[in-house]
């Protein structure tokens, strides 16, 4: 059989992902040249960018190459001969050593490709070198823990760990800490085990629960909520203090809301920061933490969730010099991710981009990023004024709450600049409309917004225990499969649940509504069509909607038929 002449400058373990449609052959070619301009392994940055499963590429690698894959979790980190190789040749070359048998020594790399370490290792320590498979994100887990000391990255803490996480707080010379007293160390350490054992779980947000009875905390996983602890009543006031303290709040205040920031230094390389928030409940503080990682703003558009045409379309708009590009959902259905995946994309050294959003999330070098402070004035029309001064190429508002603020973000995007915008809508015809109920004039809006998206977050299905289900034909016409696509036999899956997974769910991913604004919709929208009239013309031009997108991944396997009529219920 002839080689496709395409998949000649792709690596073995790329070709292989490839031609076991694991990814295709756009994604591994552009995550092959990122790896290659970043020097990094080529496995590593294909786990960062979320395009495949640790697990899958290590199978994938296992069958390519012919070696086994050694589960790395059932490996003791204290009894590995660490000292046999210096850390920096184990960050640099992401190999951890095994185990060592006379003068030849194993070592756990999860690219099978990587000679390179294995000759450098080779040379410093004076051993013959072996490779053994493991998965990418188990040896990133075990390197922070061997290399750095640290307890993150899905290893456990221990209790002398726990005490010496640092609270960074830039502004603690000019703070008043008489009210350390709530410091004591079975809280600190408890709040520090709590923190870590969320960010190595996945969590986007803590909740911690006072009632007149009983005391809970509860985690926010794959956008469930689930509990995971009952602390004694007796601490709870002693747990929200030491909460507010890391905070920096008032802990004499608990008659109002208050809100906060934790900066949580877990080694030297890795911070972590918290919004937090109080509220007065009717038994205490309920005070609840949101998460804020960063690396969301690293998530490449290929991962996020969007069929071909989709990420075209999304793509093809970004790359315009000027225009609107709106993004709506309900609060949590990732529009942030979303937006700054776009952003990331066009964040270049000859590019201004100023955003102002409330508050900023994901922080990124090289945006101008600004928190709405309404208290002082700087509200979005205020920001987006100033921005206008600041020779902007790209702005990204957070919200379109009202129409000063749409007014200002269309002139924006009629004179030269490209203009990001959330909007609460349930759908994307829907923001059209909304744009004009705030009083926008249509002919703005129609000459200004490229393209609007509609999203939604819905968990991803293990791939390790999932199952398939039978559903009657009715069943499947009923929920909006078509005829055909019903005769030609659909595959519906079903969550089962085993120790890689959360009842049966690993993970999350976007279902989208996108849609181009073209002529024929301009027109309508000129001539005041409602909603309805919008996402008519929008299916005769071949747009999917929110429906349709999730019943394609529940027909790929990607999620289950529950789950989607969990996110797109009416």
Not at 257 to 270: A, V
Not at 338 to 343: D, V
Not at 357 to 369: A, H, L
Not at 521 to 542: D, H, T, V, Y
């Amino acid at each position: 059989m002839a080689t496709n002449q395409s998949e000649v400058n792709l690596s073995g373990l790329a070709r292989r992902l490839v031609r076991d449609e694991l990814i295709s052959e756009e994604v591994a070619r552009k995550i092959q040249e990122e790896a290659a301009r970043r020097r990094e392994p080529f496995v590593q940055c294909l786990v960062e960018k979320k395009a495949l499963d640790s697990r899958s590429i290590a199978l994938a690698a296992s069958q390519e190459f012919g070696v086994p894959v050694l589960n790395l979790s059932a490996m003791d980190l204290q009894s590995l001969p660490l000292s046999l190789v210096d850390e920096r040749l184990m960050s640099k070359h992401r190999a951890l050593p095994l185990f060592r048998r006379g003068n030849r020594l194993f070592l756990a790399i999860s690219d099978p490709t990587n000679d390179q370490a294995l000759d450098e290792i080779r040379f410093n320590t004076g051993l013959a070198t072996d490779s053994v498979l493991v998965e990418e994100d188990k040896l990133a887990a075990a390197l922070i823990k061997a290399v750095e000391g640290s307890g993150t990255g899905g290893v456990d803490v221990s209790d002398a760990d726990l005490e010496n996480i640092d609270v960074q707080d830039p502004d603690s010379e000019n703070r008043d800490d008489t009210d350390s007293n709530v410091d004591d160390a079975p809280i600190v350490r408890y709040v520090n085990k709590m923190l870590v054992d969320a960010i190595s779980s996945g969590t986007s947000d803590i909740h911690f629960e006072p009632y007149e009875k009983s005391f809970r905390v509860r985690f926010r996983q794959d956008g469930m909520l689930r509990e995971v602890a009952h602390p004694p009543l007796n601490i709870a006031g002693r747990l929200i203090s030491r909460l507010k303290v890391m905070s920096r709040m008032n802990i004499a205040e608990r008659r109002v809301p208050q809100d906060g920031r934790i900066k949580l230094k877990l080694s030297r390389s890795r911070d972590i920061d918290f919004r937090v928030n109080t509220l007065p409940t009717l038994y205490g503080e309920k005070v609840v933490l949101r998460i804020l990682d960063s690396s969301a703003a690293n998530v490449g558009i290929e991962s996020l969730g969007m069929d071909e045409k989709q990420r075209k379309d999304f793509l093809s708009s970004i790359d315009k010099p000027y225009g609107m590009i709106l993004v709506t959902g309900p609060t949590g259905s990732g529009k942030t991710v979303t937006l700054y995946s776009a952003l990331n994309i066009l964040n270049q050294p000859d590019i201004n981009i100023s955003t102002v959003e409330d508050p900023v999330e994901i922080q990124v070098p090289g945006i101008n990023q600004v928190n709405l402070n309404p208290k002082s004035g700087l509200t979005f029309a205020a920001a987006l004024r100033a921005f206008l001064r600041q020779d902007p190429d790209i702005v990204m508002v957070g919200e379109i709450r009202d129409l000063e603020t749409a007014e200002i973000a269309v002139k924006a995007a009629q004179t030269g600049h490209l203009v990001l915008s959330t909007l609460h809508t349930n759908d994307a015809p829907q923001s059209l409309t909304r744009l004009a109920n705030m009083g926008v004039p249509p002919f703005n809006i129609a000459s200004s917004v490229l393209l609007i998206m509609a999203q939604r977050l819905a968990r991803k299905l293990c791939s390790i225990c999932r199952q398939a289900e039978h559903i009657p034909a009715e069943a499947l016409l009923a929920e909006g499969f078509t005829q055909e696509e019903v005769d030609e036999g659909v595959t519906i899956y079903r969550p089962v649940g085993c120790d890689q997974c959360t009842n049966g769910y690993k993970g999350r991913v976007g279902i989208f509504q996108i849609i181009k604004v073209s002529e024929e919709m301009g027109r309508l929208i000129m001539e005041g069509g409602n909603s309805i009239q919008l996402a008519k013309q929008a299916k005769l031009e071949g747009y999917a909607d929110l429906r349709l997108s999730g019943l394609r991944k529940v027909k790929a396997g990607v999620t289950s038929l529950e789950e989607l009529n969990r996110v797109t219920k009416d």
